[in-house]
């Protein structure tokens, strides 16, 4: 179940964000930016005037947790790994998704996803 929800997520992200026209994805629970999803592995999309978000949580196999925050309007995530919150900016890669700052970078591209700390893995699923 987690799989299918991160691959709807980064799906979504790599949609909203290769689109060239403006795409107006609306979930009808979701009011504003802040709204949360109920769980943190749902997904909440929230469009009109504010920012689109995404958010998405992912498992490693040694229980590792990864919780990201996409901002389709801005282009960045918001990645917290071992209570360390991380702001990326995302980068254009040539399929999936690609996101990095001076230390950390985000990749990822169907069910997988890797994140890596002055070029060692620290998460990997």
């Given at each position: 179940?987690?799989?299918?929800?991160?691959?709807?997520?980064?799906?979504?992200?790599?949609?909203l964000?290769?689109?060239?026209?403006?795409?107006?994805?609306?979930?009808?629970?979701?009011?504003?930016?802040?709204?949360?999803?109920?769980?943190?592995?749902?997904?909440?999309?929230?469009?009109?005037?504010?920012?689109?978000?995404?958010?998405?949580?992912?498992?490693?196999?040694?229980g590792?947790t990864?919780?990201?925050?996409?901002?389709?309007?801005?282009?960045?995530?918001?990645?917290?790994?071992?209570?360390?919150t991380?702001?990326?900016q995302?980068?254009?890669p040539?399929s999936g998704?690609?996101y990095?700052?001076?230390h950390?970078?985000?990749?990822?591209?169907g069910?997988?996803?890797?994140?890596?700390?002055?070029?060692?893995t620290?998460?990997?699923?």
């Amino acid at each position: 179940m987690k799989k299918h929800i991160f691959i709807a997520a980064a799906a979504v992200a790599l949609l909203l964000t290769s689109c060239k026209k403006e795409n107006k994805v609306t979930d009808s629970t979701s009011a504003s930016v802040d709204s949360v999803a109920s769980k943190p592995t749902d997904s909440a999309v929230v469009a009109g005037n504010q920012d689109e978000i995404v958010k998405s949580t992912s498992k490693d196999s040694h229980g590792k947790t990864l919780e990201m925050t996409f901002n389709n309007t801005k282009n960045t995530a918001t990645v917290v790994f071992n209570n360390e919150t991380i702001e990326l900016q995302g980068q254009k890669p040539a399929s999936g998704i690609w996101y990095k700052n001076d230390h950390y970078e985000l990749r990822g591209k169907g069910e997988e996803i890797e994140l890596t700390k002055d070029g060692k893995t620290v998460f990997k699923k």
